[in-house]
């Protein structure tokens, strides 16, 4: 079992690599990543390919913390395979208070450093920038998770089938962001515009 399976402890259910996965590598693929505890990567093409992993997560002093070993094996693993173009959620933490805007100020470098490790060409994406461009049709009076189930279930009606629910068969919200940041980057056409290891931002 490799590291960061077995150091996963996500209260999610374990989905690790859940997916269409043909064997042989493919091109133009977009990795998302929601970095929050309940995050996760999503490997896609925007079409017909489509990876799922949770957030690698270890629990030290009774705190959950992103486990930084599995973050980078995890990644090292999709780059060797596949050599994608990482569009990474960067969030402002919210109603966190003092020590939970720390723990995931903390978790959010560790999925940039091994990023940088690695080489991996990446774009940040705000939040905001990302949701009003794939929720865009959508009533402005529903609950932001709302509208990312529905967008997921409308722009990709295949891929949905293979995204990571829970015990009730509920979808996920990690995954379902993960794989609407990728998205955004695919339909945006910013997959592969950066050199391997230059980060930039998509924030205007």
């Not at 090292?76 to 939970?100: D, Q, Y």
């Not at 723990?103 to 774009?123: Q, S």
């Amino acid at each position: 079992m490799s590291r960061h399976s077995s150091k996963n402890k996500n209260t999610q259910a374990d989905y690790k690599g859940k997916g269409y996965a043909p064997s042989a590598p493919r091109a133009g693929l977009a990795l998302g990543i929601d970095p929050g505890f309940a995050g996760a990567f999503v490997l896609t093409d925007g079409s017909d390919f489509l990876k799922a992993w949770p957030m690698p997560l270890v629990v030290t002093g009774g705190d959950r913390m992103i486990d930084f070993d599995g973050v980078h094996e995890l990644l090292t693993e999709i780059f060797e395979g596949h050599r994608p173009h990482v569009f990474l959620e960067r969030a402002i933490p919210m109603a966190m208070g003092s020590k939970g805007a720390f723990n995931y100020g903390r978790g959010f470098a560790a999925i940039e450093i091994a990023i940088a490790l690695i080489g991996m060409p990446v774009t940040y994406v705000e939040p905001a920038k990302w949701a009003k461009y794939m929720h865009e049709g959508l009533s402005t009076d529903l609950r932001p998770k709302a509208k990312s189930m529905i967008a997921v279930k409308r722009l990709y009606p295949k891929l949905v089938k293979v995204l990571p629910t829970n015990t009730k068969g509920t979808l996920q919200d990690g995954p379902i962001d993960a794989l609407l940041i990728a998205g955004y980057g695919i339909r945006r056409g910013l997959v592969n515009v950066s050199k391997p290891g230059k980060a930039e931002d998509d924030f205007f």
